[in-house]
Every structure is written in C-alpha cells, then in structure tokens.
C-alpha cells in the first residue's frame, strides 16, 4: 500500500507541476474544453468521443511516462525532473 501512495503522490506532483504547463496555456486548454462541452453536450456523439478522448490521454501519458523512465528523465520539451523525484 505504501508502494501505491508513493506512486499517487508522485503522479499528482507531475500532473500538477507548475512547470508542466505555462498559466496561458492552461486557461486556453480550460476554455476550450468549457466552450465544448458546453456547446456539445447535448449531441448523441458527446460521450463517446469524451471516452475516446480520456482513453487516449491516458495511452498518451503512459507513452511518455515510459519515454521518461516514471518521470526521470527528460522527453519531449519537459524537463522539470524533480517533480518526478521524491
């Protein structure tokens, strides 16, 4: 259990790393998924393309925490390594 909260916390500690993401780049990527759902919701396709979108987020992060080493390495224009470190 001690393995799966230390895994967690450094999950989190990646996904909410200041140095991830630029402030501008996370209110436009908060926007436009407002804006969609708000103007998609209703259509018979909503849902499942919200599941296909979730399932490849995740193949896409699995991707590049392997390229990483689980967030040790450098890969792709990310290089902020001590939030992968404990």
């Known amino acids: ?30 926007t436009t998924i407002l804006a969609g759902v708000a103007l998609f919701h209703d259509r018979a396709w909503f849902w499942w393309t919200l599941a296909s979108l979730a399932v490849a987020g995740t193949l896409v992060h699995f991707l590049y925490r392997r390229k990483t080493k689980v967030w040790t390495r450098a890969w792709g224009g990310w290089n902020d390594l001590a939030a992968g470190r404990d």
Do not use: G, Y
């Open 1 to 30: 259990m001690n393995t799966l909260a230390h895994a967690l916390r450094r999950e989190a500690r990646v996904a909410f790393s200041r140095h991830a993401q630029p402030v501008w780049f996370r209110i436009l990527k908060w």
